[in-house]
């Protein structure tokens, strides 16, 4: 099954890091197991562009969709045999250390191609 892993800080939150994995460790792990499929880091959330379609008309505001503190940072597409290895492995993400993964499931657990719908 296919799962994202949604990476969120908050850069106004500090938590220690002291014996923290360095991220290299992990993509090594993950890669050597042959879960990781894709992943990587965001721009800054002022960097974001937002856009909604309301009346038929295309509406666009700079930064996030959301005004909050905590933001998305990055992502990871794992595939794994279930939610409990998902698990393992975001707990072992050094994101998991500074802010938050949340675990999605895929839907339907298909990814779609965009090359192969365009």
């Known amino acids: 099954m296919k799962y994202l892993?949604?990476?969120t800080y908050d850069p106004t939150d500090e938590h220690s890091t002291e014996g923290m994995p360095p991220?290299?460790?992990?993509?090594?792990?993950?890669t050597t197991?042959?879960?990781n499929l894709h992943?990587?880091?965001l721009a800054e959330p002022s960097d974001a562009t937002t856009v909604q379609v309301r009346d038929r008309e295309v509406l666009?505001?700079?930064g996030p969709f959301a005004e909050t503190k905590e933001?998305?940072?990055?992502?990871d597409v794992i595939e794994c045999a279930d939610l409990d290895e998902a698990i393992e492995i975001a707990s072992k993400h050094p994101t998991a250390w500074q802010g938050k993964i949340e675990v999605r499931p895929i839907?339907?657990?298909?990814?779609?191609?965009?090359?192969?719908?365009g």
């Open 5 to 7: 892993l949604i990476h």
């Open 33 to 35: 197991r042959g879960v």
């Open 23 to 30: 991220f290299q460790s992990w993509l090594e792990e993950m």
């Open 71 to 75: 933001q998305i940072a990055g992502y």
């Open 107 to 117: 839907a339907g657990d298909s990814c779609v191609d965009a090359q192969e719908s």
């Open 60 to 62: 666009l505001s700079d």
């Open 39 to 41: 992943g990587g880091y």
